[in-house]
């Protein structure tokens, strides 16, 4: 149900269960977002050098897990059998030059079309025979021995020949293709977007070959307006629920109504104070007054609804169902308000409705020493109670209003950048949120996942509408870390050693502590981000203009 209006501005930690350590210390929200949390991870790095783009392309047959090609079943069967010559790039020098065209393409993406001269893919082909004639045991010859030509390729077989020939010649052009694109290609974002029956079939008839390859590339960030983010003026807006009185409030009633007992209302409709269980179904209207589209964000079913905490719900939802009574059904309109969280939503009318299936009310024991120890235990007075739970919530509300600042920054240099965002990033951010939003779920507690709802969950086509449905949430944090991280590099921010090696040294210890598996690497890759957040975070609050507002 996400009815209840929660101000980006004012929202809780979530703690990444992976690096425990560094999240309690660091005040950056960096890697978290109101609807889903970043696994952490830096985000993609270039490929430094054609020789690491040739490292990359031996990870699977030739071209391994780390790029796509079209028609590549059958490819990819017979890239596994084939012979393989590894050579680095300096020393594998071609007998001619490779003719590469570059066009940029949408998305930070750039198209390189390739023309393998005849003299080269001569070259893999005979390479191809000869180390067919080194695994081959040809009856009549002795081994390693020279084999004519048409003994070995009739012995092997002209087509496994052939598409033996035309994989040597994408693994040794490859990563020559790729030097004009040095330093700025993402890992992982390689395609050959030719189809490699149509490669087979060109080269056996031209003894030439001509493919595409589409690569992401670092995408280049534009500051609008230019550094617009020396002299920010910040507005942060505060809502009540961070109030450090008002939050003491509201947790001595909710441990005062945890101790009374919900008995059924039978003779009267809801009123303030009672606990509903109903469900909720939403529809938007449109201009002409007709039905439009279900709201799935809007809808629930058995939802608990505690009338107390109705200020927290869309407005005016709580005063449309006063009154209603179990087994009831009501229908109203409401217009969602323009600070909605989701932007898709402000100022759109809608209708809704709500049946009420269970109505509660609370026998509330007397309020007075005698449940001290039973509202926090330890206490002896209300008095003390109250003090202590004042005490909690001051220092919450300083934590909040500290994030509620970092938040406001972060969201306003976010939309100070235009940037394309590579799919392959898109999806590799998106894909490193849902896991941890499953990571999170398990660590919770609140909730187990057995093996069926854990592939359930991991499937490929729920991964794929987790994207499609947080792909505002995703483009927004990595506009966000593409941001922090340009800032990080413009103004010489930096960290010392001493900081890194402590904080990774801890988040480890806590993977440890936990039985958890870990990758050194990586785990410092992603402290290094979270310190790099935490600079520009200090060095923008420094020259920004900060003013406080309550809602």
């Not at 070995?152 to 490859?174: D, M, N, P």
Request: with cysteine; charged share 30%.
């Amino acid at each position: 149900m996400e009815l209840c209006v929660i101000s980006t501005t004012a929202t809780a930690k979530t703690i990444n269960p992976f690096l425990p350590s560094i999240t309690r210390r660091v005040n950056s929200r960096l890697f978290q977002s109101d609807s889903v949390l970043q696994f952490g991870g830096r985000l993609k790095k270039p490929i430094s050098s054609p020789l690491e783009m040739s490292c990359v392309s031996r990870n699977f047959g030739f071209l391994g897990g780390s790029m796509s090609i079209r028609g590549g079943g059958d490819f990819r069967l017979f890239a596994a059998a084939s012979p393989a010559v590894e050579t680095s790039l300096k020393e594998d020098k071609l007998p001619a030059d490779l003719k590469v065209t570059e066009t940029v393409q949408a998305n930070s993406s750039v198209k390189l079309s390739v023309e393998v001269p005849a003299i080269v893919c001569e070259d893999c082909y005979q390479r191809v025979l000869t180390e067919f004639m080194k695994l081959s045991k040809v009856p009549g010859f002795r081994p390693k021995t020279r084999v004519p030509e048409n003994i070995i390729v009739g012995f092997v077989g002209r087509q496994y020949v052939l598409r033996a020939t035309v994989e040597s010649i994408l693994k040794r052009t490859l990563p020559h293709a790729m030097e004009s694109v040095t330093g700025r290609a993402l890992k992982d974002s390689i395609q050959i977007v030719s189809s490699f029956p149509d490669m087979e079939k060109a080269y056996s008839k031209l003894k030439t070959l001509s493919y595409e390859v589409v690569v992401d590339v670092v995408p280049e960030l534009r500051w609008n307006p230019e550094d617009g983010y020396k002299n920010m003026k910040v507005v942060v807006e505060l809502g009540d629920e961070i109030d450090a009185k008002k939050a003491c409030e509201r947790q001595l009633r909710q441990k005062y109504k945890s101790l009374g007992a919900l008995k059924i209302v039978t003779d009267r409709g809801l009123q303030v104070g009672d606990l509903a269980v109903v469900d909720i179904s939403a529809t938007t209207i449109d201009e002409d007054g007709s039905t439009g589209q279900a709201i799935p964000d809007a809808e629930s079913k058995g939802f608990h609804f505690d009338t107390e905490e109705g200020n927290r719900l869309l407005p005016g939802f709580l005063d449309s169902i006063i009154g209603i009574r179990a087994g009831e059904s009501k229908s109203f309109t409401l217009v969602f308000p323009e600070s909605w969280k989701q932007e898709s939503l402000r100022g759109q009318r809608a209708q809704f409705t709500v049946d009420c299936k269970e109505l509660f009310y609370r026998d509330l024991p007397t309020l007075d020493d005698s449940l001290a120890d039973k509202l926090l235990p330890g206490c002896t007075t209300l008095k003390e109670v109250e003090e202590t739970l004042a005490k909690r919530c001051q220092e919450m509300e300083q934590e909040a209003k500290e994030q509620a600042t970092d938040n406001a920054i972060l969201d306003q240099i976010r939309k100070m950048v235009e940037v394309e965002i590579p799919q392959s990033l898109f999806e590799e951010q998106g894909r490193q949120f849902y896991g941890a939003r499953l990571l999170e779920i398990q660590a919770s507690g609140n909730m187990k996942l057995n093996e069926d709802q854990l592939a359930s969950l991991s499937s490929q086509k729920a991964v794929n509408e987790f994207l499609e449905t947080q792909r505002e949430s995703i483009t927004n944090i990595i506009k966000q870390n593409l941001a922090v991280g340009d800032i990080f590099k413009r103004e010489n921010l930096e960290f010392s050693t001493d900081e890194l090696v402590k904080e990774v040294e801890n988040s480890i210890s806590e993977f440890k502590k936990h039985k958890q598996e870990y990758d050194e690497e990586r785990v410092k890759d992603q402290v290094q981000e979270i310190l790099e957040g935490a600079k520009v975070l200090e060095w923008l609050k420094d020259r920004a203009e900060i003013q406080y507002i309550t809602r």
